[in-house]
């Protein structure tokens, strides 16, 4: 069982930086692939990145390749996802997630944390 705690997002102006963090609990936390998905209003949940669980290998949704970057801290149980250049349409719900394979699709993946919005303003 693996708990996620997301923190970190906010209200920020178009061009600017948000670093998300995603803490889990439990000692297994370095045996799972993480992953970022992010959900805007009255739209499906998409992927955004996730990085393997020793983290030698990343993968990143097109929209957000050059501007994010997903890092994990198997020390501290925690994943990162650092946002730069931000858009408008990167406005919404951030959720990080815990799987036993790297992919794009939700259901890889089997613990999911509540989310953390970010909005970003034009």
């Known amino acids: 069982q693996v708990q996620l705690v997301e923190s970190g997002g906010g209200l920020v102006q178009a061009g600017g930086s948000l670093r998300l963090s995603c803490a889990a609990s439990?000692?297994?936390?370095?045996?799972?692939?993480m992953g970022w998905f992010r959900q805007a209003p009255g739209k499906e949940r998409e992927f955004v990145t996730a990085?393997?669980?020793?983290?030698?290998?990343?993968i990143y949704t097109d929209s957000v390749k050059e501007r994010f970057t997903i890092s994990r801290d198997n020390a501290k149980n925690t994943v990162y996802l650092q946002m730069n250049s931000l858009k408008p349409e990167d406005t919404a719900v951030y959720y990080c997630?815990?799987?036993?394979?790297?992919?794009?699709?939700?259901?890889?993946?089997?613990?999911w944390g509540q989310g953390t919005q970010v909005t970003v303003s034009s």
């Open positions: 439990g000692r297994t936390f370095s045996m799972y692939t």
């Open positions: 997630a815990a799987g036993s394979r790297i992919g794009t699709v939700t259901a890889y993946y089997d613990y």
């Open positions: 990085i393997s669980s020793s983290g030698s290998m990343t």
